[in-house]
């Protein structure tokens, strides 16, 4: 499986970006995105189990951010609106072959991408 992560860059506080996956190689069943700033753990941002079209976000950034998918290109998105200094990292598309809810929100995916730098400017 190859993940392939796109998106990221340098914005103002307040502007949007959006990231995307492309996902090639078999079938998976929940895709996520992770972040990981400097100095501090990976930590869960969003996911989206793909059978049941539900999706998941942590706490910090409900409200502003937005996962979704495009079946046909197999890919995930993530509309990141009102974007804060704080939401600085590296984020980390992820995917699993698992569809249950047990360790979404963990760092126990099976297939990781490269990474896609976004810095948000105060």
């Known amino acids: 499986v190859q993940l392939q992560a796109s998106g990221g860059g340098l914005v103002q506080a307040g502007g949007s970006l959006r990231l995307s996956c492309a996902a090639s190689g078999r079938t998976l069943f929940t895709m996520g995105w992770f972040r990981q700033a400097p100095g501090k753990e990976r930590e869960f941002v969003a996911a989206f189990r793909w059978r049941l079209g539900s999706t998941y976000y942590a706490d910090s950034v409900k409200g502003r951010f937005t996962i979704s998918r495009d079946s046909a290109k197999n890919t995930v998105y993530l509309q990141m609106n009102s974007l804060k200094p704080e939401d600085t990292a590296v984020y980390y598309c992820?995917?699993?072959?698992?569809?249950?809810?047990?360790?979404?929100?963990?760092?126990?995916?099976?297939?990781w991408g490269q990474g896609t730098l976004v810095t948000v400017s105060s």
């Open positions: 992820a995917a699993r072959t698992r569809d249950t809810i047990a360790g979404l929100i963990t760092t126990a995916y099976d297939f």
